[in-house]
């Protein structure tokens, strides 16, 4: 045994313990990430093979029990094996340390390439199975699985030892196989006799124990690792199989050129009245050259620098924070930092675009239109918008680019405006097709960051004066008459109307299902007084569905009220929903084209833009974040509006929040901002989308909100530990979920503080549900050891037995009639799991169930909501784990999930992995606590096997 571990610890595949206690999560996409390494002090030398684009982790680091687990890498520890699932003696733990199938179990969970010496010596298949190593059985039947071996050894036999089953399993049997040789041809068998009780994947390992010569008593001694596989699922799942193996995705296949670009021909638009009359238009905020060779060289020093760019290079890195943290932003490098890390955004967004690049794609003609089919494209991947741009040229003829504008699209193709030159020379040749990313938003962020500088005006971000109580006079009735239930509410309209947070923005903290649009609404209609025209509203959101919901909730009140304020007729005389080009009518609420309040011509429902003056005499103008950007080019005066209000902040970039303030609420050197800012959201939801990893270590990743948030003027105060009601309201009152949904959510992220207000006649109406665990506690924990799958060259997981689960559940739900198709949702964070689960449903004609991720559910609500998880494997978690995918490591994606359901909430994923995170640990003790989790068998680890703060157990 001894020469065993040697051996491998000589070989370096035994991991050492680590010590790092650090939480850096980092991936080398490019040189750039070596900041995120060194927190921002990058060395001005450093070994070249530090600047290859290889992969690197580093894992977060969560529990002390982690750490201890660092040290006792053997597994063994208070008089048990973890391993071997063994009771050990004080007298027979060193013994046990040493036998043989306890160090094959210990180099299995931490370091399988102990195995890849006997790769070369044997081949190992099942029989009569749908892979080499994989095969379904169903529930309930007998098995014998024929497990087929021979030697790959041409001219000499080896000896095989023994068969270990490196982990038992109570369903499983293995024959007992008796020592033999194996000569070059010969084939031969173990048998594995198999009859299963529940549904899921097992991971069987056997270990082929290979010696050079059984004459030899110390002959070598190699391993020869066989993962079998075996789904235990219905027929129904045979047919969602990967529809071919998984390849890794390559990278772009098209190198770019210095060619002769042939401009192409965008769609026309009818000549708009809204003149953009601003100099800031003609700015194209293009990452400067200098910049972009610092990016491609990880912001360290190069070959052939100039002393010009060694002092860039300087200023660059000294502006660069030294941590993710917020605290390093001030009114000072507030404009060039976040100028910086857009830059970095977009270097970021122009090398993961490449990644949609085609080879060898062929056009379709229809008539004199040349249309592209762009696989993924409903999915949105690529997301592309019309008048988008592409660049195409022929295979086999590089010396000319020929730029492409978007017509049109319709699902997955794409009609090209192209020069007439590649229309009259196309006949079927394949192209090579690039894409480039939209730079609209990007400039309209950029231009926010030039004129909060050049309006000097970044201090007013940083708001830190306390406000005085202002004079309240009475309020007009409450046009929502539940808000005179609702304290919080009440003081948050209060508040907006009678400006007591006077120069500083106010915010309202909107938990889930709090009501935080409504209380908006109300607050506008409190301050909207038609007959006078002295109030003017700007409202936006970084959505078109959080601006449609604004705008639904207020032209719902506003059509309902007794006596009505103002005819539905003339509503569109007050009110515009001014929508981008890119809007196009069939996409709008119908209620709104009925009213006539958006800006599409009803003649063509094509989107066209007034001109300043009529978009001037409106009393509320609703848009999204980026749209308003035109307001400000237009020269619409600062001061116009006299209230700000942006909802749902805390999904926008900082710099996004930014458009609709620079210019419209300041001005040069102004001391305070022009009008009323109010701000909502919740930043414990999901935050901004980012693709550069870097930019959101340093802090891009941060919303506006939360990091208002985070300042003294907004935070709780130490000695009531309260908020100060002048400048922000927590609204405390939840109406969607019954108490036992919203416990573990409410104790994580909102100091428990939350109360379940919702009514019961929906919270309560699974109750008695007869598929709960436990009556009268609405909540299922599923457990399911399933198998992570991929398919083609999609990175995207899926897990066959949670889509069986799920749709087991569906059925159940419908046949018992206590909930419609469309009050149940499907949440996943994988695109792949969320077309099986579509294709799933179809197969069972089922009706159609709202399946989707958790950035679709966000903001949304129904009487169920189905989680499916999909990971088990601990390998691909690791990967999760780098880059906050899925569910794993990101807990505000955790927390949209679990507060959209009101009165049944059901997850369905593998404990063994999830009880390695804190947020779904403690919603697992939760279930475990109430009698409400079924599956799998599971027990809580005391002491979690981790590999360098990863799990690694099976």
Same mark, same amino acid.
């Given at each position: 045994m001894k020469n065993l571990v040697a051996t491998l610890a000589k070989a370096g595949l035994l991991d050492k313990p680590s010590n790092r206690e650090n939480s850096d999560v980092n991936f080398k996409w490019n040189r750039v990430e070596e900041l995120g390494i060194h927190n921002g002090e990058i060395p001005g030398k450093l070994p070249s093979k530090l600047c290859k684009p290889k992969p690197r982790m580093i894992i977060s680091q969560r529990f002390n029990q982690e750490r201890e687990s660092q040290q006792r890498p053997d597994g063994v520890s208070g008089g048990r094996c973890e391993f071997c699932n063994l009771a050990l003696t004080p007298s027979t733990i060193e013994?046990? #340390?040493?036998?043989?199938?306890?160090?094959?179990?210990? %180099?299995? &969970?931490?370091?399988? #390439?102990?195995?890849?010496?006997?790769?070369?010596?044997? %081949?190992? &298949?099942?029989l009569d199975a749908e892979a080499a190593l994989q095969k379904s059985c169903r529930v309930g039947q007998r098995y014998q699985i024929q497990v087929q071996f021979n030697s790959l050894l041409d001219s000499k036999e080896i000896f095989l030892e023994r068969v270990y089953s490196l982990i038992p399993h109570k369903d499983i049997n293995v024959e007992e196989m008796q020592p033999m040789s194996l000569f070059p041809g010969e084939l031969h068998q173990v048998e594995i006799n198999a009859q299963f009780s529940s549904r899921g994947a097992v991971m069987f390992p056997l270990v082929f124990k290979l010696k050079s010569s059984v004459a030899e008593s110390n002959g070598i001694v190699k391993y020869h690792l066989a993962d079998i596989h075996i789904l235990i699922q219905s027929e129904l799942m045979d047919q969602l199989a990967p529809s071919e193996p998984y390849r890794s995705p390559l990278g772009p296949v098209v190198k770019l050129t210095e060619s002769s670009v042939l401009p192409g021909k965008p769609k026309e638009r009818r000549a708009q009245q809204l003149e953009l009359t601003s100099n800031l238009r003609k700015m194209s905020f293009e990452i400067p050259q200098t910049l972009l060779r610092f990016l491609n060289h990880g912001f360290k020093e190069h070959e052939n620098m100039t002393h010009y760019e060694r002092e860039k290079l300087e200023e660059v890195r000294a502006l660069l924070p030294k941590s993710n943290s917020s605290d390093s932003l001030n009114p000072l490098n507030y404009a060039k930092l976040f100028e910086l890390l857009l830059f970095i955004e977009e270097h970021q967004m122009s090398r993961d675009i490449h990644s949609y690049d085609m080879h060898n794609a062929v056009l379709k003609r229809t008539n004199d239109q040349l249309w592209l089919k762009v696989p993924g494209l409903v999915d949105k991947r690529p997301s592309l918008l019309i008048n988008d741009t592409v660049f195409v040229n022929f295979v086999n003829d590089q010396s000319f680019d020929y730029e492409g504008f978007i017509q049109r699209i319709d699902n997955n193709y794409v009609c090209l405006g192209l020069h007439d030159k590649f229309v009259e020379e196309y006949t079927n040749q394949p192209v090579e097709v690039r894409f480039k990313v939209n730079r609209s938003v990007l400039k309209s962020m950029h231009r926010a960051l030039y004129m909060i500088a050049f309006h000097n005006a970044s201090h007013l971000l940083f708001p830190v004066k306390e406000s005085k109580p202002a004079q309240q006079p009475p309020l007009r009735p409450w046009f929502n008459s539940n808000i005179g239930k609702n304290p919080q509410q009440q003081a948050a309209v209060r508040n907006i109307v009678h400006n007591s947070s006077q120069n500083s923005p106010y915010l309202v903290f909107g938990p889930p299902g709090t009501g935080k649009t409504v209380t908006l609404v109300e607050a506008i209609l409190q301050l909207w007084d038609p007959s006078r025209k002295k109030t003017r509203i700007l409202v936006c959101a970084p959505s078109n569905s959080a601006a449609d919901e604004v705008t639904t909730r207020l032209l719902d009140k506003i059509c309902n009220m007794q006596p009505q304020v103002v005819g539905q007729e003339a509503l569109k005389q007050h009110i515009l929903r001014m929508c981008a080009m890119s809007r196009s009518q069939d996409m709008m609420p119908s209620k709104f084209i009925e009213l006539g309040i958006t800006n599409h011509d009803p003649r063509d429902g094509e989107v066209y833009f007034p001109p300043k003056r009529v978009i001037m005499k409106y009393d509320i103008v609703i848009s999204t974040f980026a749209n308003i950007s035109k307001l400000v080019l237009a020269e619409i005066p600062a001061g116009h509006f006299t209230h700000i209000v942006m909802d749902e902040v805390g999904q926008a970039l900082e710099t996004e929040a930014l458009i609709p303030l620079a210019g419209l609420a300041t001005h040069p050197n102004a001391s305070k901002f022009c009008c009323q800012v109010i701000m909502a959201g919740d930043p414990k939801q999901l935050g901004p989308i980012l693709q550069s990893p870097i930019a959101a270590r340093f802090g891009l990743d941060i919303s506006m909100l939360e990091r208002l948030m985070a300042l003294p003027l907004y935070s709780k105060k130490p000695d009531t530990n309260q908020y100060d009601s002048n400048v922000l309201t927590k609204l405390v009152l939840n109406y969607r979920s019954h108490p036992s949904i919203l416990q573990v959510s409410n104790n994580l992220f909102y100091d428990g503080e939350l109360e379940a207000r919702g009514d019961t006649s929906i919270t309560e109406s699974f109750c008695s549900w007869k598929g709960l665990k436990k009556e009268g506690f609405p909540l299922i924990f599923h457990g399911v050891v399933g198998m992570d799958e991929r398919e083609g060259a999609s990175p995207s997981f899926f897990n066959r037995q949670e889509v069986e689960i799920v749709t087991d559940y569906v059925q159940k739900i419908l046949a018992d009639r206590v909930a419609t198709s469309e009050e149940i949702g499907v949440v996943t964070p994988y695109n792949k799991q969320v077309k099986k689960i579509r294709r799933a449903c179809e197969l069972l004609r089922l009706p159609d169930i709202d399946v989707?991720?958790?950035?679709?559910?966000?903001?949304?609500?129904?009487?169920?909501?189905?989680?499916?998880?999909?990971?088990?494997?601990?390998?691909f978690v690791k990967f999760d784990y780098m880059f906050q995918l899925g569910f794993l490591k990101n807990p505000k994606r955790f927390n949209v999930a679990v507060t959209r359901a009101r009165s049944l909430l059901v997850i369905v994923g593998n404990p063994n992995v999830l009880q390695h995170d804190q947020c779904w640990r403690e919603l697992l003790q939760h279930c475990m606590n109430n009698n409400a989790y079924t599956g799998a068998p599971f027990e809580f680890e005391t002491q979690r096997n981790i590999d360098n703060g990863t799990p690694v157990a099976f």
């Open positions: 013994e046990h #340390k040493k036998d043989e199938l306890h160090i094959l179990r210990f %180099a299995y &969970r931490r370091n399988r #390439k102990a195995f890849d010496e006997g790769k070369h010596l044997l %081949a190992v &298949r099942l989707g991720s958790v950035e679709q559910f966000q903001g949304q609500e129904r009487k169920v909501i189905i989680i499916s998880t999909v990971r088990s494997r601990f390998e």
